[in-house]
């Protein structure tokens, strides 16, 4: 191809990303015929090509685009130091990996981003207060009872089972149009790497596949498996896949996933409350369980991992990512599963035969 083609392709593609960047933040009703007519097709079809593999595509995909730009950038390397005899190349092959990167993030935009343009789900579920109304006190203790009520019947489970339940509370309690392909998570092949960067699972957005990290604790699965497959079912915001995951264990009839959404929301509302009275919030800790204390240690202990510069770099990269993405409390966004499943339990909005919506 001609070096003028590939800049006629690189103006087509700056072109249809900034009409879609400027379509979708501006109609709810253009984001919901994307849902509608291509997300959800799309989210099928690859869960029909990848999801029941035992490895993760997505993570092979990532490996090969990674070594195909260190290639790239050694033959620019090489051809910066013979730069009269190989500019044209050089030009070439700089408009060639512009080009891919163009196209990799219009076909981000299209196969997932959009989703970030939806409406909020405590807004959709009409949730309205802030983080000043919640009762720290009040919901630890709650909290700290519900894992006392439900760690009797808990029991650990393994990736394939939690999908089978998680994946069925989709199909019960919310109105999913992803309920027999598209809602599948896997192990990571990147799991040692997850485990010290303080990274629990991820989605790709590329092959839509769902994964977690696979020395993951066995506890942690079914919310963590929950909020992945939430944001299969085209819930992109990360404190509404908080969110949609709390809901859908604490209405699971499993007691492992009502103790998973417990503790993991506890995890938030425990460290929220040292903050402001760390003596209240250690007399609420002392009332744990014996299951729970050994889990919370489990979890302490992994946490030395987390302390490393590589995991603030990563930690800062992803807060910016999702202040690109129409999230402007970033990574904070998480924490706002407090106030929400807050406001849940105080309206009782999770009852026997409720439907969640998913906008």
């Given amino acids: 191809m001609s070096f003028k083609r590939r800049f006629y392709v690189t103006g087509v593609l700056v072109i249809v ?11 709810e009703q253009a984001v919901h015929i994307y849902d509608r007519w291509f997300y ?19 993570d092979m995909i990532y490996i090969g685009g990674g070594t195909m730009l260190l290639l790239a950038l050694i033959k620019w390397v090489k051809y910066l130091f013979h730069f009269r005899a190989n500019k044209s190349q050089l030009g070439a092959s700089v408009l060639n990996v512009v080009n891919v990167g163009l196209a990799v993030y219009l076909y981000f935009v299209l196969g997932w981003g959009a989703n970030y343009y939806k409406e909020p789900l405590a807004k959709t579920w009409a949730l309205h207060s802030n983080n000043d109304t919640v009762r ?11 894992m006392n009520r439900y760690a009797p019947g808990y029991k650990d489970m393994t990736i394939a089972a939690v999908n089978k339940v998680a994946a069925s509370n989709y199909r019960l309690y919310s109105d999913s149009r992803l309920t027999a392909l598209g809602l599948n998570i896997k192990p990571s092949l990147f799991g040692y790497f997850l485990e010290r960067l303080a990274i629990e699972g991820y ?12 020395r993951l604790p066995a506890f942690m699965l079914p919310f963590v498996v929950s909020h992945e497959m939430a944001h299969q079912a085209g819930v992109a915001a990360e404190g509404d896949a908080n969110l949609m995951a709390y809901s859908l264990c604490k209405m699971s009839s499993d007691p492992a ?14 460290r929220r409350l040292r903050r402001k009275d760390s003596v209240r919030a250690k ?8 299951l729970s204390q050994r889990h919370v240690a489990i979890l302490d202990s992994l946490s ?11 930690s800062e990269m992803y807060d910016n990512y999702l202040k690109l993405q129409h999230q402007k409390d970033g990574i904070r966004s998480y924490s706002s599963i407090v106030a929400n499943a807050w406001l849940l339990e105080r309206r009782q ?9 998913i906008p």
Avoid at 258 to 269: E, I
Avoid at 283 to 290: D, M, R, Y
Wanted: no cysteine; glycine share 8%; proline share 4%.
């Fill in 17 to 27: 990303i900034a009409v879609a960047l400027m379509v979708f933040p501006a109609s």
């Fill in 203 to 214: 989605y790709n957005p590329f092959t839509g596949e769902g994964q977690v990290s696979g």
């Fill in 304 to 314: 030395d991992l987390y302390d490393n510069d590589a995991t603030y770099i990563t």
């Fill in 283 to 290: 007399k609420f800790a002392t009332g744990l369980n014996s």
């Fill in 136 to 146: 720290l006190g009040i919901f630890d203790s709650m909290l700290v009872a519900e």
């Fill in 349 to 357: 909005f999770l009852k026997k035969g409720t439907k969640l919506y």
């Fill in 40 to 58: 959800y097709p799309l989210q099928a079809l690859r869960d029909l090509f990848f999801g029941y593999l035992p490895f993760s595509i997505g």
């Fill in 257 to 270: 996933f009502k103790y998973s959404a417990d503790l993991n929301v506890w995890l938030y509302v425990d």
